[in-house]
């Protein structure tokens, strides 16, 4: 019955201001089976403008979730209905101070803040940024933190070391400072629609086939020296973002550090 009621949402009258500018606030949305229980859940999705959060953010609205994000650029540029039900902060997590009027009110905390870059650069945005995060959501009092890591990919890493670095030392400030409260979602190559500016890029013609053939093999053959870790099967960026979600709000999803194998067995729900 939950699923075909309609809440408007209320309009808080305290003030959501950070750096500069906010936000477009939608005014209904639906509410989901999951609503009853966690319907005081607010989670807000560090980087949800981007190819994983926006679709973080999509999943966390239509399981009936208070959804906000932040990113330098703020507003995500797609022009989905979705996006006017997100509440959109604009802010730099190098500059920490900006992060927390987000913070207010916020019960779990996603990022999918990291990128590539010189080494240096890579560990900045992977690990200083996002290690920011996780103490200013700590001191903020905020319950659990998802981070979106990546997989071991063995003689790779090399090659971005600054990229695995930073991933790293964020999972180990998130294990610190939260505990079992802190997950922390490993996954390879994800695949499914990437918004290039207009254009759509259709990753899953890669990624899909890929996905169905590499998770026949044991999870083992990925610890191969050298080809092992080409191994590692590719993920629905749907079950990656479903599984942040249920590590977001559940308290009794597992915490520490969740591997593909674990990501793959979420079911997606049809779009
Ligand atoms: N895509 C994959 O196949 C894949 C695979 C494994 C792991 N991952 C990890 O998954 C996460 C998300 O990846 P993605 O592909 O969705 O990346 P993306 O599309 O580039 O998104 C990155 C997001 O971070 C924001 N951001 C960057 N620097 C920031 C800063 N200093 N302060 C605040 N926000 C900042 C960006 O927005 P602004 O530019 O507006 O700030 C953007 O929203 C990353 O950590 C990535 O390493 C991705």
Not at 9 to 17: A, H, K
Not at 58 to 79: I, N, P
Not at 208 to 229: R, S, Y
Not at 239 to 250: F, I, L, R, Y
């Amino acid at each position: 019955m939950f699923r075909s009621l309609i809440r408007a949402r209320s309009q808080s009258s305290s003030p959501l201001v950070t750096m500069s500018s906010i936000t477009q606030r939608g005014n209904a949305r639906p509410l989901s089976e999951a609503a009853g229980s966690h319907s005081r859940d607010k989670i807000l999705v560090l980087g949800g403008n981007g190819y994983v959060g926006s679709h973080i953010c999509k999943e966390a609205l239509r399981q009936g979730f208070s959804v906000s994000s932040l990113s330098r650029s703020g507003r995500s540029s797609l022009h989905d209905s979705w996006a006017n039900d997100v509440t959109w902060h604009q802010g730099d997590l190098l500059a920490p101070e900006s992060l927390k009027p987000a913070l207010e009110g916020i019960t779990s905390v996603i990022s999918c803040v990291g990128g590539f870059g010189s080494n240096s650069q890579m560990v900045r945005i992977n690990g200083t940024a996002n290690i920011n995060a996780v103490k200013a959501a700590a001191e903020g009092g905020v319950k659990r933190f998802v981070y979106i890591s990546a997989a071991d990919f063995g003689v790779i890493n090399n090659l971005i070391r600054g990229y695995f670095q930073g991933k790293r030392a964020t999972e180990a400030e998130i294990l610190d400072k939260f505990g079992n409260r802190g997950t922390v979602l490993r996954p390879g190559f994800i695949h499914g629609t990437r918004q290039v500016g207009s254009i759509k890029l259709p990753l899953s013609l890669i990624g899909a086939p890929l996905e169905m053939v590499l998770k026949l093999f044991p999870k083992e053959v990925t610890k191969i020296p050298l080809i092992g870790p080409l191994l590692i099967p590719p993920v629905n960026v749907k079950s990656v973002a479903g599984t942040a979600v249920k590590a977001a709000v559940d308290p009794e999803f597992a915490s520490g550090v969740v591997d593909v194998y674990q990501i793959l067995q979420h079911k997606t729900t049809p779009s």
